[in-house]
């Protein structure tokens, strides 16, 4: 919704961003809004940027530059794929994995649910993430 919070612990923060959806403006409405969401962040902070929408990394979140790691969901990898591939790939765009631009990385999760209740070689997840202090 366009807001963060700051997680403390010990001498330590970060920052965790939720950007509203921000689509691809044509079937999914771009209401995300990246100066809101981050708006008073001081600029040595961890970022953590919860996206639904993963192609708003390259539009909004990598030129801001703020936000260290992205995390997205949206395309569930089509619910479709053979022997690894899926037909998201001829879009181009960062659709699951991890992806890494400079300082900054997306990870985008093929997620549980989906458009209608069947998967094809799309195998849904839950990922945990640890991270560690460098």
């Given amino acids: 919704m366009n807001e963060h919070r700051y997680i403390d612990r010990e001498k330590s923060s970060i920052v965790i961003a939720g950007m509203e959806n921000d689509g691809d403006g044509i079937k999914f409405p771009q209401k995300g809004d990246i100066k809101k969401t ?31 790691l992205t995390l997205s969901g949206h395309t569930h990898k089509m619910q ?30 093929a997620g ?9 070689g799309a195998t849904g997840e839950i990922v945990v993430l640890t991270l560690r202090k460098g």
């Fill in 112 to 120: 549980l649910g989906g458009l209608i209740p069947f998967r094809f």
């Fill in 38 to 68: 981050l708006k008073g962040i001081k600029g040595d902070a961890f970022v953590i940027m919860l996206e639904h929408d993963p192609s708003s990394w390259r539009r909004k979140i990598i030129p801001d530059g703020r936000a260290q």
């Fill in 80 to 109: 479709f794929a053979l022997f690894g591939w899926s037909p998201m790939a001829l879009l181009g765009n960062e659709f699951n994995d991890w992806y890494t631009e400079g300082d900054q990385s997306l990870f985008v999760t």
